[in-house]
């Protein structure tokens, strides 16, 4: 699909260089959210006013964040945006999750855990449907593989505990920690999140695998069993 372009006024262009000059004054936060998205899509397509469009996709996916985890289909549904703008849109989110994965991955994960949990929420908080994912961790607690275990409906991912366990033992696992998200919004586990855990916990002690936690992230924020005792 290709991007459509709309003649920029004078106005338009004096205002697009307003905002670069408070980015380059006063960093980002000197934006609104809509005039990142804006400045974003015109670097994409030069010719437009983005300022419609870039308020258009905030309020279809609730926010930057829902934004950045939209996926390419989805986005490409919004009038107006072509492959060109998605594409900008998604190595934005791309380079930030290649950052915040950077930090978890250079230092023990429980030495890191904002970091951590930065990174999750970054790539999980506003998924459309429920993902499972595992965190492999080896004996001094280092990142060795976050593997997608599969995706779910709206409101459930299954989590097989004799998969997990096996793909542990298979990659030579000390540890592991469970993540996945609620699309609904809130962290707050489930009575099926809690037996799942249990049972995956038990599995794992009988060969000296450890269930560090079970991490639930939501847009709302994210919940711990381990921290809340349930594990």
Same mark, same amino acid.
């Given at each position: 699909?290709?991007? $459509?372009?709309?003649? =920029? ?6 205002? $697009? ?20 998205? /804006? @400045? ?9 006013? %983005? ?8 309020? /279809?996916?609730? #926010?930057?964040?829902?934004?950045? %985890? ?7 549904? =919004?009038?107006?945006? #072509? ?8 190595? =934005?989110?791309? %380079? ?6 950077? /930090? ?14 930065? @990174? ?5 908080? @506003?998924?459309?449907? /429920?993902? =499972? ?26 989590? @097989? ?35 799942? %855990? ?7 002690? $009988? ?25």
């Amino acid at each position: 699909m290709a991007d $459509r372009d709309v003649a =920029v006024s004078h106005d338009g262009v004096g205002h $697009r260089a307003r905002l670069r000059q408070k980015l380059a004054e006063s960093g980002g936060e000197a934006l609104h959210d809509h005039e990142l998205i /804006e @400045y974003l899509l015109a670097l994409a397509i030069p010719r437009r006013d %983005t300022k419609p469009l870039a308020k258009a996709l905030l309020r /279809e996916f609730g #926010g930057i964040g829902g934004l950045m %985890t939209a996926d390419w289909q989805a986005i490409a549904r =919004v009038p107006g945006m #072509g492959d060109t703008s998605i594409a900008a849109v998604k190595i =934005v989110h791309a %380079t930030l999750l290649r950052m915040l994965r950077s /930090e978890v991955a250079q230092r023990p994960v429980l030495a890191s855990w904002q970091a951590l949990l930065d @990174y999750l929420r970054a790539d999980m908080a @506003y998924l459309p449907v /429920e993902r =499972v994912r595992v965190l492999h961790l080896n004996s001094r607690n280092m990142l060795i593989r976050d593997e997608h275990m599969g995706d779910g409906s709206i409101d459930q991912a299954a989590i @097989y505990t004799r998969e997990v366990i096996r793909r542990a033992i298979d990659l030579g696992s000390s540890a592991l920690i469970l993540v996945h998200n609620h699309p609904s919004g809130s962290p707050e586990p489930s009575r099926q999140d809690i037996e799942i %855990t249990r049972q995956i916990a038990e599995a794992g002690k $009988r060969l000296n695998i450890a269930v560090h936690d079970h991490i639930i992230i939501g847009s709302q924020g994210h919940s711990s069993l381990r921290a809340m005792g349930l594990l």
